[in-house]
């Protein structure tokens, strides 16, 4: 992305803030994201993907990798590019932290990928995930449940879960503790955790790629399940709170390091009792 701060524009200097190394490799070069309507540019050929990829191995980079963030794809070759880079990373650094932002759909929008990408994300990336970090839609559309109530998103992220990944974060929920709040929720193997933030009255693009990109840089850092959700939301919050201060289109992210390092802490993380 030319301009703007979505997907490895909004991850790059959060993560470098939290003393990580990104590399980053495209699956589109636009000229803007098409939340603005018209954009100029084009998808980036699975082949070069793979390529790239080779490169990083050939140098022997791969093995000092430590995590890998999947998102936005324009094709299946893609997808099937990105599992393949996963399992070379996987046999030469095998504690590495996979985390699939599958960025497929929105409620009232349905896909915004084509139906055999979203497929291809389904059976090729989310079993080799550590965790999945869905919207509701994307929660519903992958475990192939229902998502209305609390109940219907913790059995969905168990379904999920069965898939492969230990943890589930689902983003963008509609908050039910505080009113007029956002919500995230967290299914891991032992537990499920709730967070909602006030709801910011803006409308931007990529907050949910800042909060994968943030919550696997803290894993990687070596925070645990909870911690790490808890940082990912209170830092969010910040970078929305900043960008709507300033009247800004694109997520204000050129702010103190501190507040990726360590955000103001604003909110609680509550436990919720998991479904039988």
């Known amino acids: 992305m030319v301009s703007g701060r979505v997907g490895n524009s909004a991850a790059a200097y959060p993560v470098q803030c939290l003393g990580i190394e990104i590399w980053q490799i495209p699956t589109v070069l636009l000229s803007n994201h098409p939340g603005h309507g018209r954009f100029s540019g084009q998808a980036v050929d699975a082949d070069l993907i793979k390529r790239l990829v080779d490169g990083l191995a050939e140098l022997g980079a791969l093995a000092k990798c430590r995590g890998v963030l999947t998102g936005y794809f324009s094709s299946p070759d893609q997808v099937l590019a990105a599992a393949m880079a996963i399992d070379l990373v996987r046999e030469v650094a095998p504690e590495v932290i996979v985390t699939c932002d599958p960025v497929l759909g929105d409620e009232g929008k349905g896909l915004y990928v084509a139906a055999e990408v979203a497929t291809a994300v389904r059976d090729h990336l989310v079993a080799r995930a550590d965790n999945i970090t869905p ?29 492969g990944p230990t943890s589930v974060l689902t983003t963008s929920l509609p908050g039910r ?94 436990s919720m009792d998991l479904v039988d």
């Open 177 to 270: 503790r505080i009113e007029g709040s956002i919500g995230m929720s967290m299914s891991t193997g032992e537990d499920q955790f709730v967070v909602e933030t006030p709801r910011i009255d803006i409308s931007v693009n990529g907050a949910g790629d800042l909060v994968a990109a943030l919550f696997t840089a803290h894993l990687m850092n070596g925070a645990g399940a909870r911690d790490a959700l808890k940082a990912a939301a209170e830092a969010v919050f910040s970078v929305i709170e900043n960008t709507a201060e300033r009247g800004e289109n694109e997520l204000a992210l050129l702010l103190d390091p501190s507040i990726f390092r360590n955000p103001p802490s604003r909110f609680s993380v509550q």
């Open 135 to 163: 919207n509701v839609f994307e929660l519903g559309w992958l475990s192939n449940e229902r998502v209305e109530t609390p109940r219907d998103i913790n059995r969905a992220e168990i379904a999920l879960r069965t898939m």
